[in-house]
Structures are given as C-alpha cells and as structure tokens.
C-alpha cells in the first residue's frame, strides 16, 4: 500500500507539500498541488484519515440525522448540506432515524466515536441535556426546533406558520371557506406551527373551527388518502382540502379521483414543501415551498461557522435564521363551486 512518502517521491516534492495538500490547506502553490494530486490518481493513495484526525484535531466530516429518507424532502436538504459540506472539503455521514429517539441517541453515539466536527440534527428527539453534552464534544446545528431552546444554540426553522397563513389565504381568495386541513405528526414544531396557523386563520376570518374537518396524518401518501376519504364521506363536505405535506396532499388526490370526482372543479387540493412529484402528478398541485435544498445548505454554513469559532475559543452567541416560503400555483386550485358551498360560481 502506498505511503505518503511514496506520493512526494512520485510528485517530486516534499513530505511536508504532500501533508498540507491533503490537508487542504492554502499555502501550496497550484503546480505543487496538481503534481500532488496526479501522484495520488496514479498510486491511488488512500489517506488515513484516522491518524490525520489525531494530528489536526478534525476529523473532515459531519453528522446529519433526518427523519425519514423515504419522503423526498430530505433527499434534497441532504444534497445541500453536501454540497455545502464539499465545497469547504468536508464530507458527510448521513443518519436516518425513522422518527426513532433511541435510533437517533445510536446514530449520535455513532457519530461522535468517529470523531465528527460537528453535528446537524433535523427534526431532534434528544432531550436538551443530551444536546449539551453533544455541543461539548462537536459543533452542533438544530434544523426544525421550538424556539424555546438557549440563545446560545445554533437554529434554522423555516417559516411554516407564514407559509400555511399563505396557501390558505389563496384559497379563500378562490371563495373556499370549507377547508379541510390534514396535518402530519405533531411532535415537530412544524406540524404544530401548521396547524396553530390552520386555526388562527379560521378565527381572522371569523369561520368556526368544526374538528371534522381537522385530520391527522402521518406524512405518507396513504394517511392522506385514508383522511381524504372520511371527508368526502361527509354529507357537508369540504370543497378545499390543504394538506401539510404534498405526499399527503397526493393521496388526497387518489382518494377524490377513486370518487370520479374533479381536481380542481369538484373540490380543490393544496399541499407544503413542493417536492418533483408535485408537477408530475396530474393535476400538477399547488403546494407551498419550502427551501429544501437551501436549508441543507444553510445549516452546514451555520455548522462550519460556529466550527471556526470554536478553534478560536470564541463563546459567539448563537445563530437563530428563518428561511421564507413561496406559493407555487399549478392546476389543483380552482375556484368554488357555488352549490359546493363556495362564495363564487
């Protein structure tokens, strides 16, 4: 197997060039790098980047912990922290915890015996005094959490009141004042935040809340099919239906065309977060986005930046960021049918 000394043998430089390109580090000129690099290709040299850890105190690496890599809104914030992680020359070690707290508590046990830098936990379960043992041993960034946490803590949420209050705003635009709401899970502070806008939009609008009409789902297609159909089963039915994830707004559509009913004429579909599916699904739903991808990016950039305060022992306070949403208006709204209950004909 060959060994660094092998590598400046090959590139014709010294043991020391070798160490700092491997290391990323700025000082080397870019012929010394290419020839470095060329050596590496053609031995096919494998840094240990155990020992390299020891001698540096870094690792090179991240931890993300996701909820469920099975919806495809945390495929793309995965791509964004890795990205974001690649370009600083960071690689990333991806968790999927299933909703599982003690899978969770595994992965992060898991994560900081490899020696991680730091940590992104998106969805956490951990209690605070496990987070501070963690913020002891690695950065640590908290994706999707109550504000009730420390100032001290590094925070990305985004926006999911706001852009709840959006997309429903838009429906009563189009004359629904019978909306149906399908929530997903309400352990998140997003699911809740969703919800508590769903209510607080119905009081602005002086629209009684009928508990009917609130269902709850699990963030899969199939729970929002299952709360479609037991409202479509209603005698007064909705003539809106918003759903807090487009997978369950998905299966809400399955469930209104199995009644050869139609999307947007008999009864319109709304859903949250704006995966592909949504334009290839027919009708192409309206939903609201959220910044998948730019939240990834977002949370290793906030990672990577309390890593630099930390290697100079600076206590900075942290970093509380709200990322916005958009409505992306397609095919599944339309306006109310007047004998459906709607305020327009």
């Known amino acids: ?66 909820p469920n890599i099975g919806n495809p809104f945390y495929p793309e914030l995965a791509r964004g922290a890795e990205d974001a992680a690649q370009k600083a020359g960071y690689s990333v070690f991806l968790c999927n915890n299933d909703r599982n707290v003690e899978k969770e508590k595994n ?23 496990e987070m501070d043992e963690i913020r002891e041993k690695c950065g640590l960034v908290l994706v999707d959490i109550d504000g009730e946490v420390h100032e001290s803590y590094d925070v990305i949420n985004v926006d999911d009141f706001g852009g709840t209050m959006k997309g429903l705003e838009l429906l009563y635009e189009y004359g629904h004042i019978r909306i149906a709401f399908i929530s997903g899970s309400l352990e998140s502070r997003s699911s809740r935040s969703r919800l508590e806008a769903y209510i607080r939009f119905r009081e602005e609008k002086s629209l009684p809340v009928d508990d009917r009409f609130i269902k709850r789902g699990s963030y899969d297609w199939y ?13 007064n039915r909705p003539t809106a239906i918003f759903a807090s ?51 990834g990016q977002a949370s290793v950039e906030m990672l990577l930046k309390r890593l630099c305060f930390r290697k100079a022992g600076v206590n900075e306070k942290g970093e509380h960021l ?24």
């Open 245 to 295: 994830n487009d997978l369950m707004a998905i299966g809400a559509m399955k469930a209104i065309r199995e009644r050869r009913m139609d999307i947007p004429h008999d009864i319109s579909v709304m859903g949250y977060d704006d995966i592909d599916m949504a334009a290839l699904c027919s009708p192409q739903l309206t939903t609201v986005r959220q910044p998948k991808y730019e939240l």
């Open 1 to 66: 197997m060959p060994t660094m000394k092998d590598v400046a043998r090959e590139a014709g430089v010294s043991l020391g060039t070798v160490s700092n390109v491997l290391n990323g580090l700025p000082t080397v000129s870019n012929e010394n790098r290419e020839k470095v690099e060329e050596a590496v290709r053609k031995l096919k040299f494998i840094p240990n980047t155990a020992a390299r850890s020891l001698k540096t105190n870094s690792s090179k690496s991240l931890g993300l912990s996701i």
């Open 322 to 345: 709200v990322l916005p949403t958009d409505i992306i208006f397609r095919e599944s709204v339309g306006y109310a049918e007047r004998e459906n209950g709607g305020e327009n004909s």
């Open 223 to 235: 729970s929002g099919y299952t709360c479609a159909t037991e409202l479509l089963r209603m005698v």
């Open 107 to 129: 992965y992060v046990r898991v994560l900081l015996e490899k020696n991680v830098d730091g940590i992104i936990l998106v969805k956490p379960q951990v209690s605070m005094e």
